[in-house]
């Protein structure tokens, strides 16, 4: 126990307000009340202070923390049940290390339950709301702007109010200009990014890229790491803005089937220097529950991890990430090393999490998280923060905490609430192509348009797809040209929708995905009766009108993600857009 009181406590009653969720989330995020409005914007606009607690007086749980997981309940507090319950809150609260700062919001009805409060924080300044609803209020705002805030921060940020940064996954993502709605255009047209054609509106704050371009031989790293030891500013080489952060890391998940990570915590470094990097992350290594090995015959077989080496993949990303905090100061790197947390549950990131600020890390990421569920996620974030807030020795400001390869709309305000401070992820981008009837995110994003199909004729799959139904590749190749020149034809007349639409109705759907019926015909004409694009201002609509809707080959298909990252960024994220449909998992 610290020997002079630290921290702040802020003590409030549940509200009858709840929002309308199904099954648990953080109590933070389900009571919707004046006072938990407050509160959430405080801690949106400028994050949370280190070593601020919020506990919640239930009526239905009792004295709970603010991020625990809780269902959604209709029940009042009385007074003499408060009455009842006070020996057990005040032993509760009397377990806090001693707080400098104790503000109470609670109604008549719920002040028994806090009854003696001081004598469970005898040298801490506690103060009492009173007054009307309206006033109590005003005075917990007051209070939480006089808490000393501070989070850990990237360059760029500070002075900021809290940020909540996105970072988009790079994989030699880029595009031909100017568009041609040929296929095969690389000889048509120069190879350029998406922040070199969005001007001052890029839809990601900032790019990732792993070193596992250079394991597995494809990438900008890739192609970058046979040049010499000069060091390479990759910012200059891939023209990217000052505006936007260069995050680097090891990108597990290319060697979770490998014994050991192919990069050590000093090379790693290295490599961050060498390339230009504003952040680098440390050298983890996935304690997955089961992974694909390769046997005799070739043939891959998924088989489970014993306990022990997840263990041991848990302790191995500890030591390199102790280690690669080390090597950073001692050569004296300037991009900001950011330490992966790998862990089987909430205990052990809990565990780790303590390891890694002891080690002096103010940069924290989760790892792991992608194959795992909805409320294994939440509740690994909230006892992640819950710790953090909690902490007996309590740090001078939060730390940075990124989500590695989670984005999850639905979980997204909680993410936020929770003190997340930056995530990546490819979701949106890749949609483009993994569905077939939700690949397109409407300009407002408000919901999700599927694509007009027509496959190359010559590809494997669809030479197969022709013979199943008795069709040489003549016939195919005649079909995709009769495609190609009505999407060239279309202006939204009737004859060029009629023509389109029969054209396409022949051919792409042969190449229908099994269980799948050709329910194609009616979506198509959704699709061309609202003509999205139309409506777009992202330049990758601009440039390729119709054709951004064509599922075909990457030269649309890339563009069609990008759009989707756009708006995804601007109107989901930064706007006001909740999409009827939620993006797959990463």
């Known amino acids: 126990m610290p020997r002079k009181p630290v921290g702040c406590l802020l003590i409030l009653a549940c509200s009858d307000r709840k929002r309308a969720v199904d099954g648990k989330v953080p109590a933070i995020h389900l009571y919707d009340g004046v006072n938990f409005r407050v509160l959430k914007a405080t801690l949106l606009e400028r994050g949370w202070p280190a070593g601020l607690q919020v506990k919640i007086l239930s009526a239905k749980y009792g004295l709970i923390d603010a991020t625990e997981l809780i269902e959604r309940y209709d029940q009042r507090l009385v007074p003499d049940v408060a009455l009842r319950i006070n020996r057990r809150t005040i032993a509760e609260l009397a377990k806090i290390p001693s707080p400098s700062s104790v503000f109470v919001n609670l109604g008549s009805g719920y002040l028994p339950a806090v009854a003696g409060l001081s004598r469970a924080f005898p040298r801490s300044k506690i103060t009492y709301a009173r007054g009307p609803i309206g006033m109590k209020m005003r005075a917990m705002k007051r209070w939480l702007q006089e808490v000393p805030y501070g989070t850990a921060r990237l360059r760029g940020q500070a002075g900021k109010k809290a940020p909540y940064l996105y970072f988009f996954p790079d994989w030699d993502d880029f595009v031909y200009e100017p568009f041609t709605p040929k296929d095969g255009e690389t000889t048509l047209g120069k190879r350029t990014y998406a922040h070199e054609l969005c001007g001052d509106r890029v839809p990601f704050d900032g790019i990732l890229l792993s070193l596992a371009h250079i394991h597995v031989g494809k990438g900008a790293l890739h192609r970058m790491s046979n040049q010499g030891e000069q060091r390479i500013y990759l910012r200059r080489r891939l023209k990217i803005p000052r505006s936007l952060l260069l995050?680097?890391?090891?990108?597990?998940?290319?060697?979770?089937?490998?014994?050991?990570?192919?990069?050590?915590?000093?090379?790693?470094?290295?490599?961050?220097?060498?390339?230009?990097?504003?952040?680098?992350?440390?050298?983890?290594?996935?304690?997955?529950?089961?992974?694909?090995?390769?046997?005799?015959?070739?043939?891959?077989?998924?088989?489970?991890?014993?306990?022990?080496?997840?263990?041991?993949?848990?302790?191995?990303?500890?030591?390199?990430?102790?280690?690669?905090?080390?090597?950073?100061?001692?050569?004296?790197?300037?991009?900001?090393?950011?330490?992966?947390?790998?862990?089987?549950?909430?205990?052990?990131?809990?565990?780790?999490?303590?390891?890694?600020?002891?080690?002096?890390?103010?940069?924290?990421?989760?790892?792991?998280?992608v194959p795992r569920s909805d409320a294994d996620i939440l509740q690994i974030l909230c006892a992640v923060r819950r710790a953090l807030q909690s902490r007996p020795r309590p740090l001078a400001r939060n730390v940075w905490l990124h989500l590695f390869g989670i984005l999850r709309p639905k979980l997204q305000p909680m993410f936020r609430q929770l003190g997340v401070s930056s995530f990546d992820s490819a979701s949106y981008f890749r949609k483009a192509w993994l569905r077939s009837d939700q690949n397109y995110l409407d300009p407002a994003g408000s919901h999700w348009y599927g694509t007009i199909r027509i496959p190359i004729a010559d590809s494997v799959r669809m030479i197969a797809a022709g013979e199943s139904h008795g069709l040489t590749q003549q016939v195919l190749a005649k079909r995709e040209a009769a495609c190609l020149a009505a999407v060239e034809a279309w202006d939204n007349t009737p004859s060029t929708v009629a023509n389109l639409l029969k054209s396409v109705d022949k051919y792409g759907p042969l190449l229908e995905r099994k269980g799948e019926e050709n329910h194609f015909r009616h979506k198509h004409a959704l699709l061309l009766r609202d003509r999205p694009w139309d409506k777009c201002r992202c330049p990758f609509c601009k440039s390729a009108g119709i054709n951004v809707v064509i599922y075909r080959g990457a030269s649309r298909n890339k563009r069609r993600g990008l759009h989707n990252t756009w708006v995804f960024y601007h109107k989901v994220l930064h706007g006001d857009a909740v999409p009827s449909s939620i993006p797959a998992a990463d």
């Open 247 to 369: 995050f680097g890391d090891c990108g597990a998940f290319s060697y979770a089937n490998e014994p050991t990570p192919p990069f050590s915590p000093e090379r790693a470094a290295a490599l961050y220097h060498h390339f230009g990097f504003d952040i680098g992350a440390s050298v983890d290594h996935i304690p997955l529950p089961e992974i694909d090995v390769l046997q005799a015959d070739g043939t891959l077989k998924r088989t489970p991890l014993d306990q022990s080496t997840r263990y041991n993949r848990m302790y191995l990303t500890r030591d390199n990430a102790d280690r690669f905090l080390w090597v950073c100061r001692r050569r004296g790197y300037g991009f900001i090393p950011l330490g992966v947390i790998q862990g089987l549950g909430a205990r052990s990131y809990v565990q780790r999490l303590h390891d890694y600020i002891d080690m002096g890390y103010e940069h924290i990421a989760l790892g792991g998280l």
